[in-house]
Each structure stands twice: as C-alpha cells, then as structure tokens.
C-alpha cells in the first residue's frame, strides 16, 4: 500500500509520562505505517520546558497559530512534588492554560461511545459536548469577608474620571461580598467558536445561563449570542439544517437529562466546569472523550481530556505490564489528522481518520479492551489486554477495514 501524503505539516506536541509512551507507539503502530506523516515537531515533556525555560510551549503555540492544527500529548502541570522529581527552576505553568491563552479559544470536550459502556442515562444515545467558556467570573473574582455594620458598594471609575457606584448590601451581621467580571471581546469569541463548531460538526448549539435573575451580566451573554447568531450565523445554520438555541440554565438541565445527546451545550465558566464532570462521568470515562480547542479564527489543538496517567507510569518503568486506555489520544490524532486532511482537501487522510477511528470502536465491540474498560463493560466475551497489544489488535481491525 502507498503511504498517504500530507501538504502541510500539523503541529505536534509531544507530553509526558504513560501518554508519552502511549504517543510514540500510536505513531510506530498506527500511522507512521500508512502515513508520510508532515509534522513540526515539539517536544513539551517537562525536561524540555525546563531546558527551554518554557520557550517551547510558546512557540507550539505560535506554530499552531501559523499551521492551523496540532495534536498535543497530555503534560503534566507541575506541582511542589514535581520540583525535585524533574529537578525544575521553577514552578511552570499548565501548557494547557499557556496555549489557551495564546489561541484564544474554547474547549469542545464529548464522550466517544460503545457498544457494552452504557451511559448512567440510558437514552443519552447520541454524545453531548460542552463547551466551556475559558474565561473570567468566578475564576478571576474578588472576594472579601465583611464585619457586621459595613456597607459594601460596587464603584466604577470611567476613563474620563466620572464614577458610579450600586450598593451591593448594608450588612446588619457578618457577611461576605464577591466581584466578578467579564469581557465582551471574550463572550464574542466564545460565541463564535460554538457556532462555528456546531456548524463544523453539524449539531445544534444550545446555550443557558441565568439571565431571569442577573439581568445585566448574564443577560450580556444572551445578548452577545443572539447578535452574533442573527448576524453572522443564522443563514449558515439554516443551510446545514441545524438550530440554535437559548434557554435558562435550570431548564437545559432538564432537557439534557430528557434528551437523546447529539448537540453542543454551550456554558459559561462555572456551569461548564461543573457539567463536563457530570457528562463525562455520566458517560463512563474521561479516557473515553474527545477534546478539541476551537480558536474564534478557526485554530484547532486536539488533546486527550485526561492526565499523563502518572501511576500506569511508575509501574511502566518498573518493568511491570500496564493497561492504559490509549482512545482519548488516538481520536486527537485521528482528530488533527482529519482537520487537516479537510483544510488541505486531502480525501485519502480524512478517510484514514475515518477509517482508523472505526477500527478502534469494532476493537471495543469486538471485546477486546483495556482495563479501565474491562472493569465497565457488559459485553461477555469481553478480554483484558495490556497497552501495546490493544493498539496492535486496532492495527489488525485497522487493515481489514483499509
Ligand atoms: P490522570 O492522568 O487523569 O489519571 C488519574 C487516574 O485516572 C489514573 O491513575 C487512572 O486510574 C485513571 N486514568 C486516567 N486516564 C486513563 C487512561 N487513559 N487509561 C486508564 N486509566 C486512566 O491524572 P493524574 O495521574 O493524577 O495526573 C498526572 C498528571 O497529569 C499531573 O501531573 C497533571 O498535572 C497532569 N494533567 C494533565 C492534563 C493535560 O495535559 N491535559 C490534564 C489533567 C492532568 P487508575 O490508577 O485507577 O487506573
Ligand atoms: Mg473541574
């Protein structure tokens, strides 16, 4: 068979841990054999960004900005026990949080279904994806504690010097005050990477928040939705047949539960935080989902939603055999590679992703599994292999669907 070739190179992101382990033997098995993979290669393994004094994450993210897709292994975020474990300088940021700041983007994360991993919610048979808005409320707050007889005001000075203040609440007992905030620049492109990603997946968009209670802040985002909607969407929607969809927070968590999936639920800040806990529990597991940053001018980083499996690791380099769920970064792959095989009009590489996605679903079905899903799943003939083995038989399912 040809190896396909590519025209412009993705982005590659190389991590840390299990999932680096995970990343060199999903390349050796599953694309370099049918691939004359392009790629510009960086390497964000801790040792490196100490080396590179973390010059490396910002120029994966320049290239990104520059190529337009990448692929990005998980890293690990360094904490006090990774200090002298990987001998650091310093105490570097999350490459996520790094990334995203420098994209701009959002995170569209959904739930890769099986067959024999049922859903605590048996009718969610189609997967829901949340997209979290990345920026600002509660996240970026003020908080004070406040003494029994203060008054607390909300003060504003404008650029010209003027001010305005809201009294917030004259506390007769002890109490305590938040301030929040947003931006519009902000809220636009989070709007904008929803629509674009509902039209890119061809699924309806829902979006919630409280507007009834918070007239002004919430009501904000409702606002800056239905204008970008009405004025640079709506047309586009109605010619792929999808809808978009506004309701209060309390009613979309009833419709979610009552629903079928196959949407996008657009959140802010916190709620997002919250649901894509319960969605992907809700699912099964968080190395069953997908995970994309979507940039408002169309940036894509795919990931997988877990960490780099620190204890799968230590037992890797003991020698001990491991069992590690390589889907999540497999579909990053087949993610990146079928974005870029769209961008470059390339039909032979999307089809790959297609083709190899498949192959690692009929894997599952077909019973054979790691052991996170071997512990969850209600087929019979289910059997437990190790890390390298379930990469192979995706391989040998792989060849037969080529
Ligand atoms: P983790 O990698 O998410 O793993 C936590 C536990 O979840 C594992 O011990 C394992 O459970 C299970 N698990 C997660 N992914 C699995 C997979 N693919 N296959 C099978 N089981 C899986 O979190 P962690 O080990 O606590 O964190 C390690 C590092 O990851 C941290 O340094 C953190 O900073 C980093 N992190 C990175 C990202 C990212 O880059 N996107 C995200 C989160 C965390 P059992 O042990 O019970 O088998
Ligand atoms: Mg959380």
Not at 35 to 43: G, V, W
Not at 60 to 74: D, L
Not at 177 to 192: K, M, P, T, V
């Amino acid at each position: 068979m040809q190896k396909i070739q590519m025209k412009t190179p993705l982005v590659e992101m190389d991590g840390d841990e299990m999932t680096r382990v995970i990343w060199q033997q999903i390349k050796d098995i599953l694309i370099l054999p049918y691939i004359n993979l392009k790629s510009e290669y960086y390497d964000l393994g801790l040792e490196n960004r100490e080396k590179t004094k973390d010059q490396v994450t910002f120029d994966s993210a320049e290239a990104t900005k520059k190529y337009g897709v990448a692929v990005k292994c998980a890293t690990i975020t360094p904490n006090a026990a990774r200090m002298p474990e990987y001998n650091l300088s310093q105490m570097w940021k999350s490459p996520n949080g790094t990334i995203r700041a420098i994209l701009d983007g959002t995170v569209f994360r959904a739930p890769i279904l099986v067959k024999g991993v049922t859903p605590y919610i048996p009718t969610w048979t189609k997967p829901i994806t949340i997209a979290r808005h990345a920026y600002g409320d509660v996240y970026k707050n003020t908080e004070m504690v406040v003494e029994k007889g203060s008054k607390a005001e909300l003060l504003v000075t404008r650029p010209d010097g003027t001010t305005e203040t809201s009294l917030i609440h004259e506390f007769k007992g002890d109490g305590i005050i938040q301030g929040l905030h947003n931006l519009d620049e902000s809220i636009s492109s989070f709007a904008r990477s929803c629509f674009n990603f509902g039209l890119d997946t061809k699924q309806d968009v829902w979006f919630s928040t409280k507007d009834t209670i918070s007239k002004k802040y919430d009501h904000r985002f409702k606002d800056i939705f239905a204008e970008i909607y009405e004025n640079e969407y709506k047309e586009k929607f109605e010619a792929a047949g999808i809808e978009y969809f506004y309701t209060l927070i309390d009613d979309a968590v009833a419709r979610v539960i009552r629903s079928n999936g196959g949407y996008i639920w657009a959140c802010k800040n916190y709620d997002g935080d919250v649901m894509s806990d319960m969605i992907a529990t809700a699912y099964g597991s968080l190395a069953m989902m997908t995970s994309v940053l979507v940039s408002p001018d169309g940036v894509y980083e795919y990931e997988a939603a877990h960490g780099t499996v620190q204890r799968h690791y230590y037992k890797h380099l003991k020698g001990e055999e491991t069992s590690t769920n390589s889907v999540a970064t497999l579909f990053a792959w087949t993610g990146a590679l079928r974005k870029r095989g769209e961008l470059d009009e390339l039909p032979e590489l999307v089809n790959f992703a297609d083709k190899l996605e498949k192959a690692v679903i009929d894997t599952i079905e077909g019973g054979t599994m790691t052991g996170d899903l071997y512990l969850i799943s209600t087929l019979e003939n289910k059997k437990k292999v190790n890390t390298t083995e379930f990469l192979k038989a995706v391989n040998e399912t792989l060849k037969g669907l080529l």
